[in-house]
């Protein structure tokens, strides 16, 4: 059964909340950050993208960037812009995007969970990205951002925080981006303890629903401490990390698309006569087509939209991989027609979420900078939950989530004092 638990947060006061919350460290480059930290010197920013206050040309994994992350956090807390709660609590996070709220309950997942897959995972971790993120966390000693997970719907769980919520937040505030930003502390002891019996007897797991690297990075960091510290007991702030659990049903995975520079040497016409021996091809016009369902994808090609839709023969709806639509793209187009087989390290393909719009694909290949475009019908809930609980992996650059965790909002030390 999965483990959840209350801790004293470092928050910033509600005044400075807007100013110091910011994007997570993996949606924005370098230069991006330097960009939105300008004028604000109390953006996170400058502790999850330290490299805005150093040279343009500093080693990005240099011991130098993950110093000035600290020293970045420890000014932050020592001039009052991140203030440690009197006691223990969770924390209920809101987003409203395009009129839909979802509530996350934050509290601080288990390494050991993780470690013994109480935690599950559809995706994996490159070394030298989990390598970045622990750097990270043993420097500063805390978990500066939060992972997004979910959990089975609960209601008693959903009755706890439906009560919260009908408190005044403590946080409310809209980023430029539109979405709004709700916060609430959960710190009645009888609801805590009832969240931790629920987790603990009634949830059986947990997912990562995003942020793979953060989450590994934050388990091997708190197993490290472990073994370094003699006299280990089990309760010290280390052996949990900071997490976002949404339940479920509250979730929606966006469409995560491919663009491809080339045809593999084929004409148009020769390219969508391969395709027609795997897909019924039907050409839509100039009008943007959105695949409807799943095995149906969306083609931009010489101008123009195209409908495929997968024959009955091409996939095995029984098999939790093998029915995914990026399975069936890649193995009846990617591979065999355009000659991708490893996604992770083809320069021939790039990756768009579907939060850009179809547009940005119709841009890329209008632009000639890519040839062909596919859209695809997003993954459900119950499919990467059924991949997790198989212990499969997707592939890659299979889900998009939308709206962000924002950073900075709450945030976790690994060391008790």
Request: glycine share 6%; hydrophobic share 35%; with cysteine.
């Amino acid at each position: 059964m999965a483990v959840i638990k209350p801790f004293r947060g470092y928050r910033p006061p509600v005044k400075y909340v807007k100013d110091v919350a910011s994007r997570p460290y993996d949606v924005l480059d370098s230069n991006e950050a330097r960009m939105e930290v300008k004028g604000n010197p109390h953006s996170f920013l400058h502790v999850v993208k330290p490299e805005v206050d150093l040279p343009e040309d500093i080693d990005l994994h240099s011991e130098q960037v993950y110093q000035k992350a600290k020293e970045n956090l420890q000014q932050l807390i020592n001039k009052g812009f991140f203030i440690k709660d009197d006691q223990e609590s969770f924390y209920v996070y809101a987003q409203t995007m395009r009129g839909k709220t979802q509530y996350g309950l934050v509290g601080c997942a288990s390494v050991e969970d993780y470690l013994n897959d109480v935690i599950k995972k559809h995706e994996l971790t490159r070394p030298d990205k989990e390598e970045d993120r622990m750097n990270h966390i043993r420097v500063t000693g805390f978990n500066a951002e939060p992972v997004f997970f979910t959990y089975p719907d609960h209601r008693g769980v959903d009755e706890i925080v439906s009560r919260t919520i009908k408190q005044r937040s403590v946080y409310d505030f809209i980023t430029d981006d539109g979405i709004g930003h709700q916060f609430w502390v959960l710190n009645d002891k009888t609801d805590i303890q009832m969240i931790q019996n629920y987790f603990q007897n009634e949830i059986p797991c947990t997912y990562v629903a995003d942020g793979h690297h953060r989450t590994a990075a934050a388990a091997l960091v708190g197993n490290e401490r472990k073994k370094q510290n003699p006299h280990h007991h089990g309760d010290e702030d280390y052996n949990y990390f900071l997490a976002v659990h949404f339940p479920s049903s509250q979730l929606t995975i966006i469409d995560y698309n491919r663009v491809v520079t080339d045809l593999n040497g084929m004409s148009a016409d020769q390219f969508i006569e391969e395709l027609g021996k795997g897909f019924i091809v039907t050409k839509m016009g100039e009008d943007l087509y959105k695949p409807e369902a799943i095995h149906t994808f969306s083609m931009y090609l010489d101008g123009c939209w195209y409908k495929l839709e997968a024959e009955p023969e091409t996939f095995d709806d029984s098999d939790p991989i093998g029915c995914l639509d990026v399975t069936i793209l890649s193995e009846q187009v990617l591979s065999p027609i355009l000659d991708i087989s490893d996604l992770r390290k083809s320069k021939r393909i790039d990756f768009v979420g579907g939060i850009r719009g179809l547009i940005e694909l119709k841009t890329r290949v209008d632009s000639r900078e890519m040839s062909v475009a596919f859209a695809l019908y997003p993954v459900s809930m119950k499919q990467l939950m059924d991949i997790a609980d198989n212990g499969m992996i997707m592939p890659p650059k299979t889900t998009w989530f939308e709206p962000k965790l924002r950073s900075g909002l709450v945030i976790h030390s690994l060391d008790e004092d």
